[in-house]
């Protein structure tokens, strides 16, 4: 296949993200894969091509924090090592294979000495993808949703000099924060002082936008702990819990915005995964007409509009997320609880399962998974707009998700269409949208609350203007006087779970640690408190069971967090967004 024309169709995962259909040599693939693929069509690298291609290469070779300046000048000195790489890679000084990405970064070695040989650089012929990368791009999103001002700045939304490192910045907060425990006397911290760098926080930072739990990042962060040789080994647990909740602190911080959002995003996929179509759950005119027929039922006897009790919702709870992009694509969540059917035979054991039967959600998940996936079809949204726009503009584009490639005389005009298309998508009243969505979606839907009765009883009594006065408490009813949010005020809260009582092994560690795939993480390590006791299916006795009552209530969404101050036109102005 040297030299030969190869395509390569692609596909749209359920939030919108393109993966292409070849599952072996792509670009998708490793650094090898990379390495190997070049356009089809050659365009000449014109009067910025070269300059492009330095850069690239000094981004290859992990200069990608530098300024483009400065990346430059060390492709510049260079250039005889470049040369060298070129002429003899398998005999010479074997400088490329220093890289951070060799295959890749030797390609680009043979790319800028054909270049330079050539009579006139600017007529080279080049085929070579060069790349710009977003910076932490999931939080690039929660910046511009939450307007977030020092957010947007550490993640290149805002013009800078030189580009700035998240996880450099996430770590001097942490270090701060140490410091200053350390000069209280605090233990950990005395021990963790002068020993947090970016490469300590860093898989933590870029996990937490995409809903890493706690457990998860102090996993992470025990990692990290562990390739420290000074710190005691006996001390590593205890410490990665103190660092994790440091992290998220700082990150809370400088993210503020964005974490409103974020929760926003997790009550609304809490609840709408906890929902039921109305016809399901109350009786209509008819039903309730031909109960009222029945003998032998008081007529002064109460009966019930509800056909499903709230404290038994289960079998009955199928409704997913599901919303619609900017470019008009529904995203539906699949994560559901099939039935497993175990068939024994003499070698084994085989576990079978069939999608077409209709089956519960599995609410956890649900609502972990959402805030990840709606950022993830945001940045689908953006790589599609940005497709778009370089075809209709004549330029060559590929993708690997938030890192765009063209020609290297083509990457000034990709950069503006970049930021161009990141605008127009963030003046979009995104989550009004999504809220508005939702509000019309689930319209009617009713949703299980467990609340405590005492609680309930002055809510009820206030929302009806009564003193002094008995109220009628519906147990296994609708309450349609009190709203959602009213209501999930007085829901039990459970004393926190204690995250040392679940040990995991080395592949559950896997899907926490190094990716979050949510089918493969166990339940119990993404539930909050509240779906913890759920799934845990804990029985409580008749006598403590009364403190509590079970109830149908609307499904409401509440109103949005207030939005950062952070104009997200500037975008146009930062030459490190995409770099």
Not at 3 to 28: K, T, V
Not at 248 to 277: H, T, Y
Not at 434 to 456: A, C, D, M, T, W
């Amino acid at each position: 296949y040297l030299n030969e024309s190869m395509y390569f169709p692609h596909s749209l995962d359920f939030r919108g993200r393109a993966y292409p259909i070849p599952a072996h040599l792509n670009h998708l693939g490793d650094d090898l894969c990379r390495g190997l693929l070049m356009f089809k069509d050659a365009k000449p690298l014109g009067k910025v091509g070269l300059k492009w291609l330095k850069i690239h290469l000094a981004n290859l070779a992990g200069l990608d924090k530098a300024s483009f300046e400065e990346r430059i000048n060390y492709t510049n000195e260079h250039i005889e090592d470049i040369m060298d790489s070129a002429d003899r890679p398998l005999t010479g000084k074997l400088w490329w294979q220093l890289a951070e990405d060799p295959w890749q970064c030797l390609s680009a070695c043979f790319e800028i000495t054909e270049a330079i040989r050539s009579k006139n650089p600017e007529n080279y012929e080049s085929r070579i993808p060069v790349h710009q990368d977003g910076t932490c791009n999931g939080l690039q999103h929660y910046a511009a949703l939450g307007g977030d001002l020092i957010g947007a700045t550490q993640v290149n939304l805002a013009p800078s000099e030189s580009p700035s490192d998240i996880y450099s910045g996430v770590a001097e907060r942490v270090q701060q924060e140490v410091d200053k425990d350390a000069e209280k006397g605090n233990e950990n911290a005395i021990l963790l002082k002068g020993k947090i760098n970016r490469k300590v926080v860093k898989q933590t930072v870029m996990t937490n936008v995409y809903g890493v739990t706690f457990i998860g990042a102090r996993l992470q962060i025990e990692a990290r702990l562990k390739e420290i040789e000074e710190i005691p080994e006996d001390k590593i647990r205890e410490l990665s819990v103190y660092l994790t909740t440091l992290v998220f602190s700082c990150l809370g911080e400088m993210f503020n915005g964005a974490r409103a959002i974020q929760n926003w995003l997790n009550d609304s996929a809490k609840w709408i995964s906890r929902s039921v179509p109305p016809e399901l759950v109350l009786k209509s005119p008819e039903e309730i007409e031909e109960d009222n027929k029945n003998e032998g039922i008081p007529k002064n006897f109460k009966k019930s509009i509800v056909k499903i009790p709230p404290s038994q919702p289960e079998h009955n709870q199928m409704t997913a997320v599901v919303w619609t992009t900017p470019l008009d694509l529904p995203i539906v969540q699949p994560y559901r609880k099939v039935p497993r059917k175990s068939i024994k035979t003499g070698l084994q054991i085989i576990s079978l399962t069939d999608s077409g039967v209709p089956s519960p959600v599995n609410r956890v998940k649900q609502r972990a998974a959402f805030p990840p996936n709606f950022i993830h079809s945001l940045d689908a949204t953006h790589m599609l707009m940005t497709a778009l726009m370089c075809k209709e503009k004549g330029l060559t584009f590929a993708s690997v998700h938030d890192s765009y490639w063209t020609h290297a005389c083509d990457v000034e005009v990709m950069n503006e269409v970049i930021r161009e298309q990141f605008i127009k998508l963030h003046e979009q009243p995104i989550m009004e949208n999504l809220r508005n969505e939702f509000l019309e979606r689930y319209k009617g839907y009713k949703v299980p609350v467990k609340v405590q009765r005492s609680e309930f009883e002055k809510l009820k009594l206030k929302s009806e203007m009564k003193d002094n006065a008995e109220v009628e408490i519906a147990d296994n009813g609708y309450e349609d006087t009190l709203s959602l949010s009213e209501l999930s005020k007085i829901v039990p809260k459970p004393p926190p779970k204690d995250d040392s009582l679940y040990e995991l092994d080395g592949t559950e560690t896997h899907y926490l640690v190094d990716n979050l795939d949510f089918d493969k993480i166990p339940d119990e390590y993404l539930a909050d408190e509240y779906e913890y006791e759920e799934e845990k299916g804990f029985k409580k006795s008749k006598a403590k069971r009364s403190r509590y009552v079970y109830v149908w209530a609307d499904l409401d969404f509440p109103e949005l967090p207030k939005r950062g101050e952070f104009d997200v036109s500037r975008v146009k102005e930062s030459k490190y967004f995409f770099n």
